[in-house]
Nanobody, 116 residues
Framework: VQLQASGGGLVQPGGSLRLSCAAS????????MGWYRQTPGKQRELVAL???????TYADSLEGRFTISRDNAKNTVYLQMVSLKPEDMAVYYC???????????WGQGTQVTVSS
């Protein structure tokens, strides 16, 4: 499975961004796609997950500012981020988990910079 993430960039505090991640290759019907983020010197942390059935999980720290969604026909997951804060600045990574063969795949990461 290959993952291509896009949509990162520079945004002012309070602004919005939408990340996209398209999966290709051996996509199965039972999977989880999600977003993680990482800043220098820190561990990669969960942002949000969504199963192929639409069940979602969010990090508690997001305070409802982010929304994950997916288009199964396009094998694409989205992360809509609003009210961005400087502490949201990180490299955001897309992840695909195959629930049938218990394999994980990571995208290349996309930088989100929140700064005035």
């Amino acid at each position: 499975v290959q993952l291509q993430a896009s949509g990162g960039g520079l945004v002012q505090p309070g602004g919005s961004l939408r990340l996209s991640c398209a999966a290709s290759g051996s996509i199965t019907s039972r999977n989880v796609m999600g977003w993680y983020r990482q800043t220098p010197g820190k561990q990669r942390e969960l942002v949000a997950l969504i199963t192929s059935y639409g069940r979602t999980t969010y990090a508690d720290s997001l305070e409802g500012r982010f929304t994950i969604s997916r288009d199964n026909a396009k094998n694409t997951v989205y992360l809509q981020m609003v009210s961005l804060k400087p502490e949201d600045m990180a490299v955001y990574y897309c992840k695909y988990s195959d629930l049938d063969v218990f394999s994980d795949y990571w995208g290349q990461g996309t930088q989100v910079t929140v700064s005035s």
